[in-house]
């Protein structure tokens, strides 16, 4: 099922995730984030993120870019204005 589960507001990418992604990547890592689809997210955060949806908290996921196998957080803010892509690293 494709349909998102919350409103992902702006969407912001630092110019680290820019330069480590493709324009599709953060495409489908933005969807991925928005239906659910968070395998790669630790266990606790995604049981979190199951909280934050009825109870209005961040949402935060992992995903990794196939080209580069860099990793990618997206965290999607509480009052769900904006969306931000960052490397870990810079989290």
């Known amino acids: 099922m494709n349909t ?3 409103p992902h507001g ?10 480590v992604t493709t324009e599709e ?5 933005l969807l991925r984030h928005q239906i ?3 395998e790669e997210t630790p266990k606790e955060d995604r049981m979190q993120n199951m909280i934050g949806l009825t109870m209005g908290f961040r949402i935060l996921s992992l995903h ?3 080209l580069s196998g860099q990793k990618v957080w997206l965290i999607t803010e509480a009052d769900r204005s904006s969306t931000t892509m960052i490397l870990p690293d810079k989290y």
């Open 10 to 19: 702006n969407i912001l990418a630092t110019p680290s995730v820019i330069s």
């Open 36 to 38: 659910g689809s968070w």
């Open 64 to 66: 990794t870019a196939h």
């Open 25 to 29: 990547e953060r495409s489908t890592f």
């Open 4 to 6: 998102p589960l919350f």
